[in-house]
């Protein structure tokens, strides 16, 4: 069966430092991947999606971005940290475009 | 962007009682789909409807899909407390996106 594993659950960085999330998922190949993030209380924002290795689609410009080394490897990263980075990072897959997501279960982020 | 958005913000029920939430969209779709969240943790995929479909149903939910108004509807029958939770509608605008909606804060309460 296929899982999706992300991590770490919780982090908190001070303004300015760099971030690495990241999310792998097993038991398929070729997945669609997808960055999330939601604020306290809010929606889904869609921050990037890649449809295969090295094919990354960003959906809002800001300082983050996302690679994806592996095909089943999706990785978040900043240089330097804003406080308005904060926020519930959520990471998904799916196999297909018309198919349902999977998702993770999330990295807490709190930028200090 | 945000392709959907979800009606009422919040819902407050008693157990037994149907929850139903609206979601609007605003560009022609191939689905639609609902997911729930718990707090504090990632979504689970409830269910998808097509855009040739009009009804499904899985268990307690019903959901409707009238593309001509660009809405659908999450029925929940005889709702459980186990059911608290916010309800998120997703579709996309581009094949491979899937943007989530507002989102319906559920509470119900025992």
């Known amino acids: 069966s296929q899982t999706i594993h992300q991590w770490p659950a919780t982090l908190v960085q001070p303004v300015g430092s760099p971030l690495s999330l990241e999310c792998t998922v097993e038991g398929t190949s070729n997945p669609n991947l997808y960055w999330y993030r939601q604020a306290a209380g809010r929606g889904l924002q869609l921050l990037f999606y890649?449809?295969?290795?090295?094919?990354i689609s960003s959906e809002v410009p800001q300082n983050l971005s996302a690679s994806r080394p592996q095909d089943r490897q999706f990785i978040l990263s900043s240089k330097k940290l804003l406080l308005s980075d904060s926020g519930f990072y959520l990471c998904?897959?799916?196999?297909?475009?018309?198919?349902?997501?999977?998702f993770g279960n999330g990295t807490r982020l709190t930028v200090t | 962007s945000q392709q959907g958005e979800e009606d009422p913000q919040a819902l407050s029920i008693q157990e037994g009682e149907n929850a139903t939430m609206n979601c609007s969209y605003k560009?022609?779709?191939?689905?639609l789909q609902w997911y729930r969240q718990n707090s504090g943790r990632g979504l689970v995929h409830l269910i998808l409807i097509r855009s040739n479909e009009r009804e499904k149903h899985s268990g307690r939910l019903r959901v409707t899909l009238d593309t001509s108004k660009k809405s659908s509807s999450l029925l929940i029958t005889a709702s459980r407390a186990a059911d608290t939770a916010s309800y998120f509608c997703?579709?996309?605008?581009?094949?491979?996106?899937?943007?989530f909606g507002t989102g319906t804060r559920l509470q119900v309460f025992p």
């Open positions: 997703a579709t996309g605008d581009k094949p491979d996106k899937l943007i």
């Open positions: 890649s449809v295969g290795i090295g094919q």
């Open positions: 998904a897959w799916r196999q297909r475009k018309d198919s349902p997501l999977h």
């Open positions: 560009t022609s779709i191939n689905n």
